[in-house]
């Protein structure tokens, strides 16, 4: 499948425009950005609002937690598959790609794909599913992580970020398609939280919401198009899948080929227009392979059964036992020492102390936080004695395997 190019119609518009600055300017512009808490300190020059967000993300607490957090395949070691740090690197990649072409701001860009996942659970879409079972029991509330990783940037840590980015981390939600993505404007954070109250009581709201920018909508499409074949890839890192195990359409087979196609057609069906589009056929196609994703990967992923034998009840004895010493103020608990301790370590202005927050909130904050080996620890910690207990899936697995194999067929022969 070879790789798709820019028509020489638009190519050459596209230079000729960039030359003499004479094209749509349709980019979010840094000084229409909207804060929760504003200052009369003059921003510099050479540090506009955009950039503060991602210097502000970057350096949050809660950052460094991605490098070991799942993005699809849990309980397996192995430095070549996705971890949720590279994955948020490669959605800023290429939708900043994308803004570049398209004219828009990119310090937005990278400011919402940098932040996007930072409220993610472990163990990945299983972990979120299991936290939301939990939460929802205990206060009828839904949890997802889009909405989550807005509470984090914005209330767990008020970092006053922009309502632009804001918006944009919590309309990321890269589980739902669309061939054509329209801005939804926000004008407040009245607004913006009334949005965000919505997806805490009504079933599905979150994946209703839209960013409020192009800026927003190019980083939601990236985010399909990170993972779409570089699940692909990774399935077959692990030798759960062959190469030749999918199938094959327009937009090509290799992740290379899937990534720079569907750039191409973004940018040839959205320069200079006021939406981020896909033409028919590129849509119909990654519909079809995200459902291929999902029959053959996400459906099959090996760690899975373990998850649901292993994981769903650990995290249930953490999620009740951590409320339990909470609301009996076991300040040796770690849900003081190592959550709310931690939290308010940071020295960001608060209007009400942190806890002071409703006790299962305060539980998911903590859980959701967590990386997947933090949340194993925290189980043997708990429960030393628990019958639980989670085997990582090793470099040298299918060696082992085949040693055995080998030294059964040996055996066999000596007794013969």
Known sequence: MAKEQLSQELAARMEQEKADRSYTDLSFH????????????????????????????????YYNRYTDKTQVFSLVKNDDITRRSLHVQLVSRIARTIGRALNLNLDLIEAIALGHDIGHAPFAHCGEVYLNELYNSHTGRFFSHNIHSARVLDQIFP?????????????????????????VPMSSFEEFDRELEKCYTIPGYSNKLQPSTLEGNVVRISDIIAYLGKDRQDAQSIQLLEGDAFSSTIIGTVNAEIINNLVVNIIENSYGHPYIKLDESHFQAVQSYKKENYAMIYANEPGRVILNRVVRPMMQEIYEQLLEDLLQ????????????????????????PYE?????????????????????????????????????????????????????????????
Not at 159 to 180: D, F, K, R
Not at 331 to 342: M, V
């Open 159 to 183: 970092l006053n970020l922009t309502l632009q980015t804001l918006s944009g981390i919590a309309g990321h939600n890269g589980e739902i398609e669309l061939s054509e993505y329209h801005p």
């Open 30 to 61: 840094d000084q229409e950005a909207l804060r929760r808490f504003s200052s009369n300190r003059t921003v510099p020059v050479w540090r506009p609002k955009f950039a503060k967000d991602i210097d502000r993300i970057l350096y949050s607490p």
């Open 329 to 352: 103020e076991k300040t040796d608990s770690p849900i003081f020492c190592h959550h709310i301790d931690y939290v308010n370590q940071s020295r960001y202005t608060r209007t009400v």
């Open 356 to 416: 002071k927050t409703e006790p299962n909130q305060i539980i998911v904050d903590y859980i959701a936080s967590m990386t997947d080996d933090y949340l194993i620890d925290l189980h043997h910690y708990l429960f030393p004695n628990s019958g639980y207990y989670v085997e990582y899936t090793g470099y040298f697995n299918d060696l082992y395997a085949k040693r055995n194999r080998l030294q059964g067929q040996l055996s066999l022969e000596d007794d013969q």
